[in-house]
C-alpha cells in the first residue's frame, strides 16, 4: 500500500512540474529591460623579457522594448591596461567610451533561441599616459547574435560583433 501511495504522489509531482514548464514563456515583451555587460581582465608575464601585462575592461549595456521585436538602449565601457618591462612602466591606458544602439529580434529557434541583429554607434576615448597621446574616435558596427533563455528571465547571449563596421579616429598630442 505505501508504494502505491508513493507512485501516485511522485505522478501527481511529476504531472504537476510538467504542467508549470508548459507555462513558461520565453523572450520578451514590450516595456521589458534587459540588461547585459562584460568584464575583460588580462593578465599575463613573460619571465624571459620580464614582461607584466595588466588589462581590465568593463562594459555594461541598458535597453528598453519598444515592441515584442525592438530595442533601443545605451552602453558604457571603462577601462585601463600597463605594460611593465624589468619594472618600469612602458605603457599605461585609460579608456572610456558612450554609445547607443537599436536591437532587432527576426527569429526564433525553439522556444529558448532568439536571434537578433543589432546596430550601434559610439564615442571611444583612449588616453595614454606616459606618452601624453589622446585618441577620440566615433565608431558604427552591425552586430549578430543569439539568446539561450535558461529560465523565464536570464538569457545567455552569443554574438559575432562589428560583422560590419565603421571607425574614424582623431589623435592629439599634448
Do not use: H
Not at 577601462?79 to 567610451?97: I, L, R
Not at 522556444?111 to 606616459?130: A, D, I, P
Not at 577620440?136 to 563596421?165: P, Q, R
Amino acid at each position: 500500500m505505501k508504494k502505491i501511495l508513493f507512485s501516485a504522489a511522485i505522478a501527481v509531482l511529476g504531472f504537476t512540474s510538467m504542467n508549470a514548464q508548459d507555462d513558461q514563456t520565453f523572450g520578451f515583451a514590450e516595456g521589458d529591460i534587459i540588461v547585459e555587460g562584460n568584464v575583460n581582465f588580462y593578465s599575463s608575464k613573460d619571465k624571459n623579457t620580464d614582461t607584466k601585462n595588466n588589462s581590465v575592461t568593463i562594459s555594461p549595456k541598458v535597453g528598453f522594448f519598444l515592441n515584442d521585436d525592438l530595442a533601443i538602449g545605451a552602453n558604457l565601457s571603462v577601462g585601463s591596461s600597463k605594460t611593465e618591462v624589468s619594472g618600469t612602466d612602458t605603457s599605461k591606458f585609460s579608456q572610456y567610451g558612450v554609445g547607443v544602439f537599436g536591437r532587432y529580434y527576426f527569429l526564433d529557434i525553439g522556444q529558448r533561441f532568439k536571434t537578433y541583429t543589432e546596430l550601434g554607434v559610439g564615442y571611444m576615448s583612449n588616453n595614454n599616459k606616459l606618452a601624453d597621446v589622446k585618441t577620440n574616435s566615433i565608431n558604427a558596427g552591425l552586430d549578430l547574435g543569439v539568446n539561450y533563455f535558461v529560465k523565464e528571465n536570464i538569457a545567455l547571449t552569443f554574438g559575432l560583433d562589428n560583422l560590419l563596421s565603421f571607425s574614424s579616429s582623431k589623435i592629439d598630442v599634448s
